[in-house]
């Protein structure tokens, strides 16, 4: 069986699957980037809140970059031979 005999319900489930689970990877890095921000407002004047803060909002970017390009990597396997 290769990857053409799959049942189409089956790989839809799948991807509906792994959407969901992107879904919610992508949002609790986007939770925290709020709060960083909400803090980053109070913590006027405190370099060392700001620098955690900062911190925080880099590793939140870096978690929703490795996301996304899992999201592109399921782009990539669902094209039809010669498609772009």
């Known amino acids: 069986m290769n990857a053409h005999d799959v049942d189409p319900s089956t790989a839809m489930d799948g991807m ?3 959407v969901r689970q992107i879904c919610h990877d992508l949002s609790n890095p986007l939770g925290i980037l709020r709060m960083a921000v909400y ?10 809140k700001q620098a955690h ?4 909002m880099n590793e939140s970017i870096d978690k929703m970059e490795v996301q ?3 999201l592109r ?3 990539v ?3 039809a031979p010669g498609e772009p």
Do not use: N, T
């Open 16 to 18: 509906r699957k792994d």
């Open 77 to 79: 396997e669902e094209r």
């Open 73 to 75: 990597s399921l782009a």
């Open 53 to 56: 803060y900062f911190v925080m």
């Open 39 to 48: 803090f980053l407002q109070s913590a006027k004047g405190d370099p060392e």
């Open 68 to 70: 996304l390009k899992r």
